[in-house]
């Protein structure tokens, strides 16, 4: 299914994106599933995945929320410059 | 009704004080209802009969005179409220006209803030433009914390130094800015590093807000672990390169910093400033954000960002908010005294 990849911070220089359309396997139904997808897609990611959080159509969800089609999903590392 | 040079006698608890010259032109901004009770006072009796008939033509038709003034009040024995307090706030009139015309600050909010006790974690990027805009609001007391010393690459960023502070201690170099911008601001400097051995110590003396300006991802949860536990609100920013991210931790209740966040990086994922470079301006910016939450706070008006992120992209000059809600299983969370 067709949806809409955001990256910020580390997960943008990991994967060399901001914004991307992508086009996700109909196995990947929740987000759980989209962070392991998400590895095998852009390996640089992988040390980042445990920390990361992921906002579906701007809100912070967990592994067990669904995915939709045309979902915009955010992928953000913590930051902790000051 | 009474000058400033009277106030240094006391006045009565809970007045706010206008000059009589000043009440037709600031009435509104401090008198926004008509319909509101209202007792005028001056010295003796003859100003406020004068402020009297001047409110009513304003249209404040339930006005009232104090018979005998302040010192017929005084002499009954009736309670007043020191002079120390007083004169702080309307000596500093001028200094903080500006914001006393909005009503949503008035000398109410004024004094709020004059009382309020706001903590800053680190001196640098966040807490440079924070400190300064803080200090200048008129803060009563602000405490600062940093270990370092001021270097020659902090200066395209942490505005509150330059270059004759080079290898002064950030805190030594801050108070004399600080002093410089406001002097009616108390400081308490801590040049240590805000850690789990000096938390609780440094907590423990009461703040109404802390500014999370570190720059590391250890001293932030320690923070939020000790502010959670304390019920002190907690203003975050952090930032990498040109994106930024600011929120409000409430402290005794919404998400706190690990309900957002609730594991920390792998040690070695992410880089600091000075591996990874960050525009200078881009603090400027986030911390601004941060101490405009902490005045929100402690006047208690407007919307603090709980539950909220906002993310700035400084290279498309974008904001966005993304909404998080606390984690049942979060540890911070459950360690809060119960305040209910």
């Known amino acids: 299914m067709q949806v809409t990849l955001l990256f910020f911070a580390a997960a943008r220089d990991a994967t060399g994106h901001a914004k991307i359309a992508a086009e996700i396997p109909d196995t990947v139904t929740n987000v759980g599933e989209l962070l392991v997808w998400l590895g095998q897609e852009f390996p640089a990611l992988v040390p980042h995945l445990v920390s990361l959080r992921i906002a579906r159509n701007e809100e912070f969800v967990n592994a067990t929320a669904s995915i939709s089609a045309g979902d915009v999903l955010a992928v953000i590392p913590p930051v902790a410059g000051g | ?340």
């Open chain 2, 1 to 340: 009704m009474r000058e400033d040079f009277e106030l240094q006698l006391g006045h009565i608890p809970g007045a706010i004080h206008l000059a009589l010259s000043e009440l037709e032109p600031r009435a509104r901004a401090v008198l926004p209802s008509e319909q509101a009770r209202i007792v005028v006072y001056c010295a003796r009796g003859v100003r406020s009969a004068k402020a009297a008939k001047l409110l009513q033509r304003l249209g404040y038709h339930q006005v009232s005179q104090l018979e005998g003034g302040f010192f017929r009040w005084k002499s009954l024995g009736l309670p007043i409220e020191p002079p120390a307090a007083a004169s702080q706030v309307t000596s500093n009139s001028e200094r903080y006209s500006r914001q006393l015309l909005l009503t949503e600050v008035g000398s109410t909010g004024q004094q709020k803030l004059a009382q309020a006790r706001v903590l800053l974690i680190g001196v640098g990027g966040l807490g440079s433009p924070a400190a300064l805009y803080l200090a200048g609001a008129g803060i009563g007391t602000l405490g600062l914390v940093d270990a370092d010393v001021v270097e020659l690459s902090n200066l395209h960023r942490q505005i509150m130094h330059d270059t004759s502070r080079i290898d002064t201690k950030k805190v030594d170099s801050a108070k004399a800015r600080i002093e410089a911008a406001n002097p009616n601001v108390e400081l308490e400097l801590y040049a240590e590093r805000f850690c789990p051995e000096s938390a609780d110590r440094i907590l423990e003396r009461g703040w109404d807000a802390v500014i999370d300006g570190a720059d590391n991802f250890p001293t932030r949860y320690t923070l939020n672990d000790v502010a959670s536990r304390r019920g002190i609100p907690v203003c975050h920013g952090s930032i990498d390169r040109f994106e930024g991210r600011v929120t409000t931790f409430l402290g005794n209740r919404g998400p706190c910093y690990r309900c957002l966040f609730p594991q920390p990086p792998l040690p070695g994922t992410v880089g600091s400033c000075a591996e990874r470079g960050v525009l200078g301006v881009l603090p400027g910016v986030i911390g601004t954000l941060q101490a405009t939450e902490a005045l929100k706070l402690v006047l208690g008006i407007g919307q603090p960002l709980s539950g909220r992120l906002l993310t700035y992209d400084a290279l498309e000059l974008r904001f966005a908010e993304m909404r998080y809600g606390s984690d049942p299983d979060c540890p911070s969370c459950q360690a809060r005294v119960d305040r209910s």
